[in-house]
């Protein structure tokens, strides 16, 4: 999973940004090449904890349910409603994230908790 701030055509994968205001980020589900990459426009007025600005927070947790495999949700106050709906100030993700995600992964009770260790490097351009 690689995440970017770019601006307008980028990384050659076919869907530039369009200036501030508009399209916020992207990401890609999981796969090979771009797989789990979450693109952010630089252009915004990104901000953490603020009413003023687009709440980075927000997009991020939007835009990592994608890369994880999860489509938008019709569902009315979820984190992965199609639509930015402004500052959150106590986010939280709703059911039907929580029963999305698990029907991909599965439950916290039906995952073999094994511990392992691995190590990454991270590519983030913050």
């Known amino acids: 999973m690689e995440l970017s701030f770019t601006t307008r055509d980028h990384s050659q994968d076919m869907f530039p940004f369009d200036g501030p205001g508009k399209t916020l980020a992207h990401a890609f589900p999981p796969g090979r090449g771009l797989g789990g990459d979450i693109h952010f426009e630089d ?3 990104w901000r953490v904890n603020s009413p003023v600005g687009t709440d980075l927070l927000f997009v991020a947790v939007h835009e990592i349910g ?3 495999g ?6 009315k ?3 992965m409603q199609p639509f930015y709906p402004g500052y959150q100030p106590n986010l939280q993700l709703n059911e039907d994230d929580i029963l999305g995600i698990q029907s991909l992964y599965g439950t916290k009770n039906s995952l073999n908790m094994e511990t392992t260790t691995t190590t990454t490097t991270s590519k983030c351009k913050w």
């Open 77 to 79: 106050g979820a984190v």
């Open 66 to 68: 994608h890369a994880l």
């Open 70 to 75: 999860l489509s938008h949700s019709s569902e």
């Open 43 to 45: 252009e915004e007025m």
